[in-house]
């Protein structure tokens, strides 16, 4: 995309995580901005590529094993602009005409969300702030198509290091799973510093200062607290119930699943 074809709203020189992340999985609808700023990345971090797309395994996985639970219905939220494996496609091949809201505050997001979700009538999306839950959770949009009465499936995928500590993520957190009925799911990833040198790691909080949000990567502990009060389910067969990185949740083979890239977030699906 070019800067004379960004919707009303949106600053194309100005780069947008929603953007960065849809270049590094080869999507289109980014611009410059956003593309440069991966790039000066991806210098620091040559498994730029590699840690987009084991994030992307894993939301697709967790998404198909909530469904295989019986779980109908789906809160994307912070969802982007994913080019292939979209959560309804993902879940509606499990369960048939299973509902999915998709939820993100990027205006291109909303932009492009008609083509995305054509003929779909049991998807759709709404732009909000995941930092303005009870905005979501009383949409009619959200209440048309999610039964908060039912079991629901919540999916935050490399988000919550976008909100710093000032604005309590882990407060947000709980609001929305105090809303969803007993049997829900919730799935989060975030990104860490844990096992990457301090000089990568200051280059993308530096990067994303000049973008629209901020990152704020955050240790195994503070990950953890995310899922307080909730059943961490076991990330693969023989496991036992805790976070892991990225290419190990689900995976049949985790010396395989194992990469530099997964290691930069942890990852975990939990049961309210």
């Known amino acids: 995309m070019t800067d004379e074809q960004a919707p009303p709203g949106v600053d ?15 999507g289109t609808h980014n611009y410059p901005a956003d593309r440069g700023a991966v790039e ?12 987009a797309y084991a994030n992307r395994g894993f939301h697709q996985r967790a998404a198909r094993w909530i469904a295989q639970q019986g779980v109908r219905q789906f809160l994307d939220i912070g969802s982007g602009l994913p080019t ?3 959560t309804h496609d993902v879940v509606q091949k499990i369960q048939p005409g299973a509902h999915v809201v998709y939820v993100d505050n990027d205006p291109v997001v909303a932009a492009y969300a008609p083509e995305l979700l054509a003929g779909n009538p049991a998807a759709t999306l709404i732009q909000a702030d995941l930092r303005e839950p009870d905005t979501i959770l009383t949409d009619r949009d959200v209440r048309g198509l999610i039964d908060f009465s039912q079991p629901a499936g919540v999916l935050m995928t490399l988000l919550l290091h976008f909100v710093p500590d000032t604005d309590n993520p882990w407060a947000l957190v709980r609001r929305y799973m105090e809303a969803l009925a007993p049997g829900s799911y919730l ?11 301090p000089r990568t790691a200051d280059a993308i909080t530096t990067t994303y200062t000049r973008a629209s949000q901020n990152a704020h990567l955050r ?34 083979d985790i010396d395989l699943a ?15």
């Open 40 to 51: 000066k990345l991806r210098a620091q971090m040559p498994e730029l590529e590699d840690a």
């Open 219 to 252: 240790p195994k502990a503070g990950i953890r607290r995310f899922f307080s009060g909730l059943e961490i389910v076991p990330p693969y067969p023989g496991a036992e119930p805790a976070l892991t990185h990225l290419g190990n949740w689900g995976a049949e």
């Open 12 to 26: 194309p020189t100005v780069p947008s995580p929603a953007r960065m992340y849809d270049y590094m999985l080869r």
């Open 187 to 197: 799935a989060i990833s975030h990104g860490t510093s844990d096992y990457v040198p």
């Open 258 to 272: 194992d990469s530099d890239g997964s290691r930069w977030a942890y990852c975990a699906v939990a049961r309210k």
């Open 84 to 86: 292939f494996g979209n």
